[in-house]
């Protein structure tokens, strides 16, 4: 496992808003600001961070439904900003994507089996008409659906199914990458095992890759091989799963960490927490020099003034800190 | 040693029905429940979408819509007198006044087009009678108190000029505007980010301990249950399936349903499992709910009975402690192997 299927680097999105007769001037938001980190096949690379911090945005360059303003995407070794419209319509097919919200990414007039066999037709993944519907009760099956929910509508059916035919649908593309993007945090606690259980058994059965973006950190740390952490539009913490739960170096890092409630009265009444102040800055005016100063417990002069670059502090940690 | 504080019980909710007719048939969104809260206490009502915890809180409140919505039955004693009795002339004087309310997405709570001061004065002004200025000040002071700088500035603006942070805030300001002794808080911060919600339940925990206000919040997150609650009720569609102290229940779970919540969840505390445990199935549909226990059909301990049987709640094991399963003594002793 050392082959790089994704190499992300230094890329950048920014977004112009206002500038209109009645907005006033332009601004410009930095939604991702310089952002580097490499996936390697059959890895999950957990991203989390709070709403804003450039999560989904980063999940949608990739994804290609947003046009990066700056940097570079390698996909399997080819740079997609590189390809002719044909060559990336082939390759994006082997980059899926799983949303949030399944009940708004279906089609609430097709029925499942629709939802299921357009993709196999239009990208030609199963030519013949009448070999379809083998293929989709094939693919509910993976998904642990039975054969009569091809015939239901999406609204016939709970939230904990409807993510299962989101998953269907993605990997009806035969995917090599797939983005998760919140898969879990709309759906009840007692159905996102499921599907967490679910999505692990698929990466170990056709060797998946995952880009697993959410904010809920304990699930984070269960499906991640790899952990970064985004505030603001930057990556401030890489490591793999055991370091960054265990060592954290990023002061964002440890206050996210020490801010998600344990399941347990005891364990909470013992537990020192540290509440950050205030809140996440606008990111049409973000801070100088370190982006997390203004609400960093042990932030020194030197914070304010210079921005601290991420850098590997031990092998395979990265932290963009000028005390880590 | 004896406990010598006088305890009186502010809410006590008995038996309470309240049914929803929809195009699939009658829902049975809150089933014959009884639950209470004591003078100054924080109680969670945890459960998942549909198991009827905010549909409680509205009837308490008295706000299900009609005419789908209806109170069927039961009491809703806010220090002894019943809520469901009082005309809406006299529950317009309890709302607000006697019990407030915090929502989850404050943006829909809040007025658009009415100033953040306005907002907070007008509660005031008609419950407690105070002249514009006496509330002008006391709205400054309530904005100080939850954390808001600057507040004779923030008076004059806007919702959509607060952050979601800063709005809740002001939700919180709101509900503690007329000293009410209790606080139902739905869902407060599951809108909000992780190092918000934090900022939050810190807020509201120190002001009710520090002004006495009882609170209950109704929430699907177990972590904010365990940080926060003295006493926990899990509802399953409908009903009260287990309440116990929350250092209890967490400890010695007694009902099958919230031994698979604890279990189905991810923990930063423990080791990492190599495989989550889920609760299998899915959740109930509650147009169609089966004759016996609701959750039987997803339950590990199972049994024949539990398909005819709806068992009613009732003491296991001591210390106020409270399950309705058949099985839950063969749990407990499973439990304990």
């Known amino acids: 496992m050392s082959e790089a299927l994704l190499e992300v680097s230094d890329l950048v999105k920014h977004f112009t808003v206002g500038g209109g007769i009645l907005s006033g001037a332009a601004g410009l938001v930095r939604a991702i600001d310089g952002v580097s980190f490499t996936i390697e096949r059959g890895e999950t690379l957990g991203l989390v961070g709070e709403s804003g911090c450039g999560k989904t945005t980063t999940g949608r360059c ?18 997609l900003s590189a390809l002719s419209v044909d060559e990336l319509r082939k390759v994006r097919r082997r980059i899926q994507v799983i949303f949030q919200d399944p009940y708004s990414s279906l089609n609430p007039r097709m029925t ?27 693919l509910l099956a993976q998904v642990g659906l039975a054969p009569q929910h091809a015939r239901r509508y999406p609204h ?19 995917p090599s990458l797939i983005v998760c993007d919140e898969p879990v945090s709309a759906l009840d606690v007692s159905i996102q095992a499921q599907i967490i259980n679910l999505l692990e058994d698929l990466q170990r059965r056709y ?9 809920d950190l304990s699930v984070v740390r269960h499906i991640s091989d790899r952990v970064a952490v985004m505030y603001l539009g930057k990556i401030v913490e890489l490591a793999d799963r055991k370091t960054l739960y265990e060592e954290p170096l990023h002061p964002y890092t440890r206050a996210l960490l020490s801010a998600v409630p344990i399941p347990d009265p005891d364990v909470e009444a013992r537990r020192e927490h540290t509440v950050l102040r205030g809140e996440v800055p606008s990111p049409l005016r973000p801070p100088p020099g370190c ?26 940690h990265c932290a963009a800190c000028h005390l880590a | 040693m004896l406990d010598c504080r006088a305890v009186a019980t502010l809410l006590e909710v008995r038996n309470l029905k309240t049914t ?4 699939a048939g009658v829902v049975r969104a809150v089933d014959g429940v009884s639950w209470k809260i004591e003078e100054g206490e924080t109680v969670a009502l945890v459960g998942e979408s549909g198991c009827g915890k905010s549909v409680s809180a509205l009837s308490i409140m008295r706000l299900v819509a009609p005419p789908a919505g209806r109170i069927e039955s039961g009491e809703v004693l806010f220090r002894g007198r019943d809520l469901l009795a009082l005309t809406e002339e006299q529950m317009r004087g309890v709302r607000g006044r006697e019990i407030a309310m915090i929502f989850q997405e404050p943006m829909t709570s809040l007025n658009p087009v009415l100033s953040i001061g306005r907002q907070l004065t007008e509660g005031l002004e008609i419950h407690m009678g105070m002249t514009p200025d006496e509330a002008r000040a006391r709205a400054v002071e309530l904005l100080t108190m939850v954390g808001i700088s600057d507040p004779e500035r923030r008076l004059a603006q806007y919702p959509h000029h607060f952050s979601g942070g800063m709005r809740q805030r002001m939700m919180v300001a709101m509900a503690l505007a007329c000293h009410p002794p209790l606080i139902l808080a739905d869902e407060p911060t599951t809108a909000l980010d992780v190092t918000i919600q934090a900022q939050i339940l810190e807020l509201m925990r120190d002001l009710a301990r520090r002004l006495g206000v009882a609170m209950l919040i109704i929430t699907h997150n177990l972590g904010v249950v365990a940080r926060y609650a003295d006493r926990v009720n899990v509802m399953y569609a409908g009903r009260i399936i287990e309440s116990a102290a929350a250092g ?13 919540l604890l279990r189905s969840v991810p923990r930063l505390d423990e080791p990492r499992r190599e495989r989550l445990a889920p609760i299998e199935g899915q959740p109930p549909d509650l147009t169609r709910l089966p004759p016996g226990c609701a959750f039987a059909p997803r339950c590990a301990y199972r049994v024949a009975r539990c398909e005819e049987e709806a ?21 407990v002793k499973d439990l304990a192997a």
């Open chain 1, 291 to 316: 982006v997390f100063h203004p609400r960093c417990p042990i932030a020194v002069d030197r914070c304010a003034a210079e921005v601290p670059a991420l850098r590997e502090i031990r092998p395979g």
């Open chain 2, 311 to 331: 068992p009613q709640i009732r003491p296991i094991g001591g210390a106020g402690h409270h399950s309705a399963c058949w099985e839950a003594e063969r749990l």
């Open chain 1, 156 to 174: 016939q059916l709970s939230g904990g199914q409807r993510q299962r035919v989101g998953i269907a649908r993605a990997l009806a593309m035969e």
């Open chain 1, 207 to 215: 060797g998946l890759t995952f880009l697993f973006i959410a904010h």
């Open chain 1, 112 to 138: 499942v089996g629709q939802i299921l066999a357009e993709p196999l037709k239009v990208h030609g993944i199963v030519p013949e008409k009448v070999a379809r519907p083998a293929r989709v009760r094939e």
């Open chain 2, 20 to 23: 929803f007719q929809t195009a």
């Open chain 2, 248 to 260: 209890e229940l967490y400890a010695n779970p007694r009902h099958p349903y919230t031994l698979g």
């Open chain 1, 62 to 79: 990739i994804l290609q439904l947003e046009r990066p303003t700056g940097g570079r995407i390698l996909f399997e070794g080819r740079d």
